[in-house]
């Protein structure tokens, strides 16, 4: 069974192992490069959000993280950046979908008018997922190799 949870602290070194679990493909698709193991910074970062501005959300299977999702508000805005990834083995089994459906709750509760995020070209699974989410997706000024996926919070 999958649980899903806000991220905490304590979470640090099951994320850090999540992240270093993922296949290069997925990490290069999550992090928009082809990072083998998170800074420090960036560590701390992802597991220490305030659950306000930058809320993170865990799936957990009883034995280890099976996904991530978050959301950072963007400066004064009410827009969010939106981030999600699924452990290769977990990929297709409806975790993603759940992880967004609480992301989205979270981000309309926080008063989050738009949620965005930029996509690999070559991430057709993510395009195609968020499509079927409702997002509409748009190239990247300024970037051919990124789309833009925007979804409006009524």
Same mark, same amino acid.
């Given at each position: 069974?999958?649980?899903?949870?806000?991220?905490?602290?304590?979470?640090? !070194?099951?994320?850090?192992?999540? +992240? %270093? &679990?993922?296949?290069? !493909?997925?990490?290069?698709?999550?992090?928009?490069?082809?990072?083998?193991?998170?800074?420090?910074?960036?560590?701390?970062? /992802?597991?220490?959000?305030?659950?306000?501005?930058? +809320?993170?959300?865990?799936?957990?299977?009883?034995? &280890?993280?099976?996904?991530?999702?978050?959301?950072?508000?963007?400066? #004064?805005?009410?827009?969010? !950046?939106?981030?999600?990834?699924?452990? #290769? #083995?977990?990929?297709? @089994?409806?975790? &993603?979908? %759940? /992880?967004?459906?609480?992301?989205?709750?979270?981000? @309309?509760?926080?008063?989050?008018?738009?949620?965005?995020?930029?996509?690999?070209?070559?991430?057709?699974?993510?395009?195609?997922? +968020?499509?079927?989410?409702?997002?509409? +997706?748009?190239?990247?000024?300024?970037?051919?190799?990124?789309?833009?996926? !925007?979804?409006?919070?009524?």
């Amino acid at each position: 069974m999958i649980s899903l949870r806000p991220i905490v602290p304590q979470d640090r !070194e099951a994320f850090h192992a999540f +992240v %270093r &679990g993922l296949s290069r !493909e997925s990490r290069t698709n999550r992090f928009l490069a082809p990072v083998r193991e998170l800074a420090p910074a960036a560590l701390e970062a /992802l597991t220490q959000p305030d659950q306000a501005r930058h +809320v993170g959300l865990l799936a957990h299977d009883g034995a &280890g993280i099976v996904g991530e999702a978050r959301y950072v508000a963007l400066g #004064d805005s009410r827009q969010g !950046e939106f981030a999600i990834a699924v452990a #290769d #083995d977990w990929q297709r @089994r409806g975790i &993603g979908a %759940r /992880l967004l459906a609480d992301l989205i709750a979270a981000a @309309r509760r926080a008063g989050i008018a738009v949620l965005q995020g930029e996509i690999l070209r070559t991430n057709m699974a993510m395009l195609k997922f +968020v499509r079927q989410a409702g997002f509409r +997706v748009r190239t990247c000024p300024g970037d051919a190799t990124l789309a833009i996926a !925007e979804l409006a919070l009524p």
